[in-house]
C-alpha cells in the first residue's frame, strides 16, 4: 500500500468514527467540509430530510468574482467560511454542527471554521 492510499484509509477511518455520533437535525444541521488539491467545499445538510441548505465553494460564480491571484489556499478557506456563514444567516441557520469530514482540525478546515464563527455561526 503506497503513502496516499494509506492516508485516505486512515482520513475514511476518522471519518466513519465522527459520522457515528454526528447528526444534522433541523435545528442544529451539519457543517461539512470537502477539500481538495485546489477547491474547498462546505454545505450545511440537514440529515433528517437528506438536503443540503446552504453550500459554498471556490467554484461558486459569486466567490470566483472575489478570488484574486495572490491569495493562498487558506485565504480561500476563509473566504467560504465567510461566504457560508453570511448565507445560512440569511435563511435562518446559526446553529450548527461541525463535521471536518476527517480531515485534520488544521490548516484550511481550521481557516474555514474560525472565519464561519466569526461572521456568526455558532457550533
Do not use: C
Amino acid at each position: 500500500m503506497n503513502r496516499l492510499e494509506l492516508k485516505l484509509k486512515r482520513r475514511l477511518r476518522r471519518k466513519f468514527h465522527i459520522r457515528k455520533k454526528i447528526k444534522g437535525t433541523s435545528e442544529r444541521p451539519r457543517l461539512t467540509v470537502t477539500k481538495t488539491a485546489r477547491h474547498i467545499y462546505a454545505q450545511i445538510i440537514d440529515d433528517t430530510v437528506h438536503r443540503t441548505l446552504v453550500s459554498a465553494s471556490t467554484l461558486d460564480k459569486e466567490i470566483r468574482e472575489k478570488i484574486k491571484p495572490e491569495m493562498t489556499k487558506t485565504d480561500l478557506s476563509k473566504l467560504i467560511g465567510a461566504e457560508l456563514a453570511k448565507r445560512a444567516i440569511n435563511n435562518n441557520i446559526d446553529k450548527v454542527v461541525f463535521d471536518r469530514n476527517g480531515y485534520l482540525y488544521h490548516g484550511r478546515v481550521k481557516a474555514l471554521a474560525e472565519a464561519a464563527r466569526e461572521n456568526g455561526l455558532k457550533f
